[in-house]
């Protein structure tokens, strides 16, 4: 008895085999284009800049989300959608804003502002209490009055950088002259307080008192007289007449010499380079141009301290870090001198500030 064969898909309409390719390759296209509008959406990044958070002022709204193809902001003042991935935006009325932004249609991230009138930013610097002139190695106390103030830096004109993190500071000057006093409250650093004092020499006090009778004073010039006679020839007249000039010498022109600055460094980019030093990818030797070869410069961390930049390199490598504000201060030769750094790291799923 013969086998028989029996197949089970000669009986099935090819046009079946037809439609189900066009399902797959329309599934495919569909997938594909949804992967490429992924965007991870804890990782987006905008920024919201503006020199005055006033009303009337230009504000500026940027995206830099990798992946982001589209973008919807809404800036909470029921004014139109903008489309656009940079545009700036000017409110009428003082208040706080929710500013939305969808990216790619499904992200939605938020961020709250706040908008002031001009009339409410009388008294909005913070004043610096201090004596107007002081003494080179006197310890000198400063104070501060602002209202609603919770950190506080003082940079007090010799170091370039920060000098302290307290609101009454002790300081002693080491050098005498005008030193600008600059104070900066809550990380704003658009409202910085600034006040010049005078540093003077440090006033030498006389232990005894000097006896005025005991000094002897010069003779008066009537006790001198000229020698009697005529007067006579000086020898070294006519020893000069023999002896030989040499040559003037061809002065070289001075060499201007033209000093080095250290390499421009964005704040996008330096925060780029410190994920690295996070993802263990770099190292503090990685700044040299930068830091001007000086890896102790300070870095206030979270407002809470004040570390040098090395032992804070050493601090977040290994750590998934999420960087949230960066601001760098550079000398005349572009030198990073100080930096004010706020991030939260990883940690159990949860993004939290590091103490």
């Given at each position: 008895?013969?086998?028989?064969?029996?197949?089970?898909?000669?009986?099935?309409?090819?046009?079946?085999?037809?439609?189900?390719?066009?399902?797959?390759?329309?599934?495919?296209?569909?997938?594909?284009?949804?992967?490429?509008?992924?965007?991870?959406?804890?990782?987006?990044?905008?920024?919201?800049?503006s020199d005055e958070f006033m009303i009337n002022r230009v504000?500026?709204?940027?995206?830099?989300?990798?992946?982001?193809?589209?973008?919807?902001?809404?800036?909470?003042?029921?004014?139109?959608?903008?489309?656009?991935?940079?545009?700036?935006?000017?409110?009428?009325?003082?208040?706080?804003?929710?500013?939305?932004?969808?990216?790619?249609?499904?992200?939605?991230?938020?961020?709250?502002?706040?908008?002031?009138?001009?009339?409410?930013?009388?008294?909005?610097?913070?004043?610096?209490?201090?004596?107007?002139?002081?003494?080179?190695?006197?310890?000198?106390?400063?104070?501060?009055?602002?209202?609603?103030?919770?950190?506080?830096?003082?940079?007090?004109?010799?170091?370039?950088?920060?000098?302290?993190?307290?609101?009454?500071?002790?300081?002693?000057?080491?050098?005498?002259?005008?030193?600008?006093?600059?104070?900066?409250?809550?990380?704003?650093?658009?409202?910085?307080?600034?006040?010049?004092?005078?540093?003077?020499?440090?006033?030498?006090?006389?232990?005894?008192?000097?006896?005025?009778?005991?000094?002897?004073?010069?003779?008066?010039?009537?006790?001198?007289?000229?020698?009697?006679?005529?007067?006579?020839?000086?020898?070294?007249?006519?020893?000069?007449?023999?002896?030989?000039?040499?040559?003037?010498?061809?002065?070289?022109?001075?060499?201007?010499?033209?000093?080095?600055?250290?390499?421009?460094?964005?704040?996008?980019?330096?925060?780029?380079?410190?994920?690295?030093?996070?993802?263990?990818?770099?190292?503090?030797?990685?700044?040299?141009?930068?830091?001007?070869?000086?890896?102790?410069?300070?870095?206030?961390?979270?407002?809470?301290?004040?570390?040098?930049?090395?032992?804070?390199?050493?601090?977040?490598?290994?750590?998934?870090?999420?960087?949230?504000?960066?601001?760098?201060?550079?000398?005349?030769?572009?030198?990073?001198?100080?930096?004010?750094?706020?991030?939260?790291?990883?940690?159990?799923?949860?993004?939290?500030?590091?103490?």
């Amino acid at each position: 008895m013969k086998k028989t064969k029996i197949n089970l898909f000669s009986n099935i309409d090819p046009k079946v085999y037809a439609s189900l390719g066009v399902l797959l390759l329309l599934g495919l296209i569909v997938l594909s284009f949804q992967y490429r509008r992924h965007v991870d959406c804890e990782n987006a990044k905008f920024i919201v800049h503006s020199d005055e958070f006033m009303i009337n002022r230009v504000v500026e709204f940027y995206d830099n989300t990798e992946g982001a193809k589209s973008w919807e902001w809404d800036f909470g003042d029921s004014t139109a959608v903008d489309l656009r991935q940079r545009t700036l935006h000017q409110y009428r009325k003082p208040g706080d804003y929710i500013v939305k932004l969808k990216i790619n249609g499904n992200c939605v991230h938020e961020k709250l502002i706040n908008i002031s009138s001009i009339s409410q930013q009388t008294g909005y610097l913070p004043a610096i209490i201090s004596p107007n002139v002081v003494s080179v190695g006197e310890a000198v106390k400063f104070d501060a009055e602002k209202e609603g103030g919770e950190s506080w830096e003082w940079s007090f004109g010799e170091n370039g950088g920060t000098d302290a993190l307290d609101k009454n500071p002790s300081y002693q000057f080491k050098s005498v002259g005008e030193k600008k006093i600059t104070l900066i409250v809550n990380g704003d650093v658009e409202h910085t307080a600034v006040k010049t004092i005078y540093v003077a020499p440090k006033t030498i006090i006389a232990k005894q008192k000097i006896d005025m009778k005991s000094y002897e004073f010069e003779r008066p010039h009537v006790a001198f007289s000229l020698p009697v006679g005529s007067a006579q020839k000086d020898p070294l007249v006519d020893m000069l007449q023999y002896i030989p000039v040499s040559p003037k010498s061809k002065l070289k022109k001075d060499s201007i010499s033209i000093e080095n600055k250290a390499p421009e460094i964005s704040n996008e980019q330096l925060q780029l380079l410190l994920n690295q030093v996070a993802a263990q990818l770099k190292t503090k030797d990685d700044f040299k141009d930068y830091l001007c070869g000086k890896y102790d410069i300070p870095v206030v961390v979270n407002d809470k301290k004040l570390i040098p930049f090395d032992q804070f390199c050493q601090l977040i490598a290994g750590k998934k870090i999420k960087i949230t504000a960066l601001r760098i201060n550079k000398d005349q030769k572009n030198c990073i001198q100080n930096l004010n750094i706020q991030y939260k790291v990883k940690k159990m799923m949860i993004w939290m500030k590091e103490k």
